[in-house]
């Protein structure tokens, strides 16, 4: 196929390939791309007559993909990435008129500890705008990147697709906080011997500070696990629980009255807290203004990496 014999193709129709690679379900790319199943029925009837190939055959309640399917998305996908990025270099973006729409992953200690400045931000210098966010945490932020569910998120990371960028934007100490009125910071015993609340995502009772107790030979106890900070505090009031948070739940957590930040009576390590983002979007004018903010008021001015990787 030369250049000519594109002006036959639907790109519409790419969208819904791409997107029922990424949801192996006529009935979830539908829902993904705001269409009726019908209509993303009748889009891969037409795609496999474009690629004369079945593209997907159904496996119980998924549509597996066949080896052309996977050949084809290898190509489409990054080209898709392309031609979104030159389309949004040609567009410009006013905060103060745009009504674009951003969805963002937040990890549940981001969105309570350091989203509320960032919208009073955002409300302030681009009033039309709608923010959507989504939970995310390290394991769904590769899928929701991928997807493109979302277009940025903030929460510590590891893997990330391919064509995702990824930049540093806050080095995170964690901090105690206790509601008792009992004088003196806790000593390391003193640590171990009270009950532990614990903030888990997934509802665990063990984290990276068990695994460091126990390079002590040292152990606690969580008797309290919680999937979000929100109501923490209202919790903790009129007990003996400790409770390990990053340092910027912690503040907001005991401006709110009741608790006492302690630093931890061990040594723990720094963590870094990740901006990441689609690699398609890298340039996209109204996508670099909301990542700007996101650094000016989610990150830390102590925090000077600029390196981003795939």
């Not at 011997?193 to 152990?219: C, N, Q």
């Not at 830390?300 to 990496?305: G, V």
């Amino acid at each position: 196929m030369n250049r000519n014999d594109l002006r036959r193709v639907d790109f519409n129709l790419l969208i819904v390939f791409e997107t029922l690679m990424h949801e192996r379900s006529v009935t979830r790319a539908a829902e993904k791309l705001f269409l009726g199943q019908p209509a993303i029925s009748a889009s891969l009837v037409r795609l496999r007559a474009l690629f004369d190939d079945p593209l997907f055959v159904r496996t119980g309640r998924s549509m597996e993909p066949t080896a052309r399917a996977l050949e084809i998305f290898a190509h489409l996908s990054p080209a898709l990435d392309s031609i979104s990025t030159a389309i949004s270099r040609a567009t410009e973006f006013d905060p103060a008129t745009a009504e674009a729409v951003f969805r963002v992953g937040l990890s549940d200690d981001v969105e309570f500890g350091l989203l509320p400045p960032l919208i009073r931000r955002l409300r302030a210098e681009a009033p039309g705008v709608v923010l959507v966010i989504r939970r995310a945490n390290y394991l769904l932020m590769p899928s929701m990147l991928a997807s493109g569910e979302i277009s940025v998120g903030v929460c510590y990371t590891e893997e990330l697709p391919a064509n995702a960028k990824r930049k540093t934007v806050r080095r995170v100490r964690a901090k105690i906080l206790r509601a008792d009125t009992i004088p003196g910071a806790l000593s390391l015993d003193d640590y171990c011997a009270r009950p532990h609340a614990m903030v888990s995502f997934a509802g665990d009772l063990s984290g990276y500070i068990d695994d460091h107790l126990a390079k002590l030979g040292l152990s606690r106890k969580v008797v309290l696990a919680l999937p979000q900070f929100n109501g923490l505090g209202t919790l903790m009031a009129g007990t003996d629980l400790v409770v390990s948070v990053p340092d910027y739940t912690a503040q907001v957590l005991a401006a709110a009255g009741g608790l006492r930040i302690e630093d931890p009576p061990l040594e723990l390590p720094d963590f870094e807290l990740h901006m990441a983002w689609r690699g398609a979007h890298d340039n996209d004018p109204a996508e670099r203004w909301l990542r700007s903010r996101i650094q000016m008021f989610v990150g830390d001015p102590d925090t000077l990496s600029e390196n981003t990787s795939g």
